[in-house]
């Protein structure tokens, strides 16, 4: 049983296993400082006891408060982890899983992957050691299907609460269940702006019958903890008139704050990679045209899919003299604290997933934040000292057109996952669930019919047996899975499993910005009539022959990283296909069936080229949808009559990423019951 220790004994306690446990020792009374200093402290021995009286405790502090770094350490040091039990701390993000977890080791003086490691999806730095992991929240409810009530954990928080991703809200509703079974774990919800009071109503548990009379030791209602942070104050600047460039104005704020103000890092939320890069690109050649506006400047990207060596710089000290510009997506709202931010350029924007249930498409578009992330956002100038926030819109538009809040991710996403989970789990009354945010009954209904017509689920909505079971154990997108399972009796299963692993990463190419021309015609060199699947392909035999070499990636356009990851994952997608039975086979370019095993998964994301349209304008066959090839794919102006993709992504128009060409007879054949002869989709004939 852990025991309640005050602060002095803490700090004794943290020395000796420190101490005991560190290789170089040097640096850790400057650690030892360091986490002394940082707001939570104060409250440890408080928390502590509020972990020890009570179910559920949720911490709400500002961001740089210490809750991710500090909050594990605490209930180690608390011997929560001992006797082999693990404390569990859940992120949204990977980068910030993997980020966290590296800092808490270089506190702890401990080698990353021994007692403190992490998990994230195709890749495990954990050891039978491991006291404290870090973990997304959808690697956590994959790791309840081997064990329903995660039995080796004795603490789980689930941090970054505010944030409402949909993995993060399936694992409230199930985490909410595990505890009635299991009255000895704790749970944590941490967040930087909770309504916590909402939070804790969710887990506000009657008392189980039975239990009255005696008296329950642990007090069932939420504790809630509020770190007070020492956020200095920031001072807001909006523009007089709205901007139509936010990446032009973000670059010539840039410029001026360091033309005008005194020394301190810069920090840019723009929406993702493209925009950021091109952002980088900007100021780099401003940097060259022009030395003296931007001498000093260090420029540096920040979105996920960085290379551990790149998110390194983004945390190392700025030199003496220079000045960083850290340009990133939202996670540096809240998930990553940087240090040495005084100024704040907020686009206004981020990336956000929205899906239309009607339409049934999900995609990826650059929406407006909320007020709530636009405060978040200044709260990051002023950590180490009085700071400012330049905010691209205007103060009229702030006030009254930007939303309060944002909506949680699982009333704006396709629920095919999150369906198949919860049935995995042996959840049946999905639309009864206790969540935290109800989903749309229409995206429920969706889920359901997709799922059907996969074949994964039968007539009385349970998984087949074995399908509907081996889609749920693969950690993809039931479409991809299903693609592999086909595979097999297809014949085709080695390639099949590389076009997974190609689907699974971001892209494959190098960033286009720049060299549109010299990537498309790298890109013609791999190129193949039956779309980007089969130059997918090309490209992985391509990098095979060349024996892995990144030259050889280097002179043709691919990012030889990307590339490195899709043998990686490639290689764990083998293990998995074999444990469930798959047969490993290669077609020898017989391109016909590989295209089949595309189409049985993909099917629901057919479309078919509108007859007289000049622009290359399709419509989704069971919806009716306007959607376009994306130009990044093989298949931009060639334009066949039917397709599928594989998503969707909208700027303009809605494009379509990773198209494979299809024989429109094959739809009725993978999927009878979508494509009824009778049906709407007559049009198949
Ligand atoms: P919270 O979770 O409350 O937002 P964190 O625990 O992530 O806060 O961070 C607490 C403090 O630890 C930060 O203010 C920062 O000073 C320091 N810190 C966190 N991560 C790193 C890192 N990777 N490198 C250097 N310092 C870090
Ligand atoms: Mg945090």
Redesign the pocket.
């Known amino acids: 049983k852990p025991r309640l220790i005050d602060d002095e004994e803490g700090g004794v306690l943290f020395l000796s296993a420190s101490a005991s446990s560190s290789s170089s020792g040097y640096g850790f009374a400057s650690f030892e400082k360091?986490?002394q200093r940082?707001?939570?402290y104060k409250y440890r021995t408080a928390f502590l006891y509020l972990v020890e009286t009570h179910a559920t405790t949720i911490v709400v502090?500002?961001?740089?408060?210490?809750?991710?770094?500090?909050?594990p350490q605490y209930l180690k040091e608390a011997g929560w982890a001992d006797g082999g039990r693990v404390i569990a701390c859940t992120q949204p993000r990977r980068l910030a899983v993997q980020?966290?977890a590296?800092?808490v080791a270089?506190?702890m003086g401990v080698k990353l992957g021994e007692e403190v490691g992490y998990t994230i999806r195709f890749e495990d730095a954990t050891s039978t050691g491991t006291l404290i992991k870090f973990l997304t929240d959808g690697v956590l409810l994959r790791e309840m299907m081997g064990d329903p009530l995660l039995t080796k954990y004795s603490v789980i928080m689930v941090?970054?609460a505010h944030e409402r991703s949909i993995s993060t809200d399936i694992l409230l509703g199930l985490l909410k269940k595990i505890q009635r079974r299991r009255p000895e774990l704790r749970l944590i919800i941490?967040s930087?702006t909770i309504e916590a009071k909402s939070m804790s109503a969710f887990f506000q548990t009657r008392r189980r019958r039975g239990l009255q009379g005696e008296e329950p030791a642990l007090a069932m209602e939420p504790a809630i903890l509020s770190?007070e942070g020492r956020g200095f104050n920031v001072q807001i600047h909006y523009v007089e008139d709205p901007v139509s460039d936010y990446i032009q104005a973000a670059v010539s704020t840039v410029l001026l704050i360091h033309d005008k103000e005194p020394f301190g890092d810069i920090l840019v939320f723009l929406t993702g990679q493209d925009d950021i890069e091109t952002a980088v690109k900007l100021l780099t050649e401003e940097a060259r045209d022009n030395r003296k506006s931007s001498s000093g400047l260090i420029v540096l990207p920040l979105y996920s899919g960085l290379s551990r060596a790149e998110q390194e710089l983004i945390?190392?000290p700025t030199p003496r003299g220079k000045r960083k510009v850290v340009i990133s997506t939202n996670i540096a709202e809240?998930?990553?604290?940087?240090?040495g931010i005084v100024y704040v350029i907020d686009s206004g924007f981020s990336k956000q997933k929205f899906y239309n249930p009607i339409s049934d498409i999900e995609n990826l578009v650059v929406a407006p934040i909320s007020k709530a992330s636009a405060r978040q956002r200044a709260g990051r100038a002023g950590?180490v000292r009085p700071g400012k926030c330049y905010r691209l819109y205007t103060e009229e538009y702030f006030v009254n057109e930007m939303a309060a809040e944002g909506i949680p991710e699982i009333q704006r996403s396709n629920l095919v996952s999150c369906v198949i989970q919860l049935k995995a789990l042996g959840i049946d009354n999905i639309l009864g669930f206790d969540w935290p945010a109800s989903p749309s009954p229409e995206s429920m209904i969706r889920a359901l019919e997709v799922l059907y017509s996969l074949g994964v689920l039968d007539d009385d909505a349970k998984l087949t047996a074995p399908l509907g079971f081996q889609v749920a154990e693969i950690p993809l997108d039931p479409m991809i899975s299903k693609m592999i399972l086909s595979s097999d009796q297809l014949g085709c299963s080695e390639e099949v499993l590389t076009i997974a692993a190609v689907l699974s990463i971001q892209s494959i190419w190098v960033s286009s910005r720049g060299i549109q021309k010299e990537l498309d015609e790298a890109k013609l060199r791999f190129a193949a009539a039956e779309g980007d699947h089969v130059t997918f392909l090309n490209v992985y035999k391509g990098f095979l022959q060349s024996g892995k070499s990144s030259q050889w990636c280097h002179r043709n356009y691919i990012n030889y990283h990307a590339m490195k990851k899709v043998v990686d994952i490639r290689e764990q997608l083998r293990r998995i296909a074999q444990r469930l039975g798959v047969t490993l086979k290669s077609c020898d370019n017989d391109i016909l069936v590989v295209r089949k095993a595309v189409a049985m998964g993909f099917f629901a994301n057919a479309c078919r080229l509108e007859p007289f349209s000049h622009e290359g304008m399709y419509k989704t066959v069971r919806t009716s949808q306007e959607v376009y090839i994306h130009p990044s794919s093989v298949l931009f102006r060639v334009n066949p009559k039917w397709v599928v993709y594989h998503s969707i992504v909208s700027t303009d128009r809605q494009y379509m990423r990773n198209v494979a060409t299809i024989e429109p007879s094959w739809l009725r054949e993978v999927a009878p019951h979508f494509y009824r002869q009778d049906g709407p989709d007559a049009m198949l004939h």
Not at 61 to 71: C, M, N, R, V
């Open positions: 360091q986490r940082l707001p939570v502090g500002e961001t740089g408060s210490g809750k991710t770094t500090q909050i980020a966290v590296s800092r270089e506190e941090d970054e941490s930087a770190v945390f190392s809240t998930s990553l604290t940087l240090k950590r």
